[in-house]
């Protein structure tokens, strides 16, 4: 599973997956420092789940300030 997200200098960004969306969520690697373009347009940054196998899962990312 791969996922690319427009990111922001000064944010970290943590993708996280779940079996479902009433259970807990779990940090799928490590997180990631936003960036910001010159132009101040966020850049992109992807995650991967090399994990997500067969399965189905939920994922998020979570943005921490």
Request: proline share 6%; charged share 15%; aromatic share 10%.
């Given at each position: 599973?791969?996922?690319?997200?427009?990111?922001?200098?000064?944010?970290?960004?943590?993708?996280?997956r779940?079996?479902?969306?009433?259970?807990?969520?779990?940090?799928?690697?490590?997180?990631?420092?936003?960036?910001?373009?010159?132009?101040?347009?966020?850049?992109?940054?992807?995650?991967?789940?090399?994990?997500?196998?067969?399965?189905?899962?939920?994922?998020?990312?979570?943005?921490?300030?």
């Amino acid at each position: 599973f791969t996922l690319t997200v427009a990111t922001h200098s000064g944010h970290v960004y943590q993708l996280q997956r779940s079996a479902s969306l009433a259970a807990d969520w779990a940090d799928v690697g490590a997180p990631q420092d936003g960036l910001t373009g010159s132009a101040g347009s966020p850049s992109n940054r992807t995650f991967t789940d090399p994990a997500a196998s067969g399965s189905r899962y939920f994922y998020r990312v979570e943005v921490i300030p």
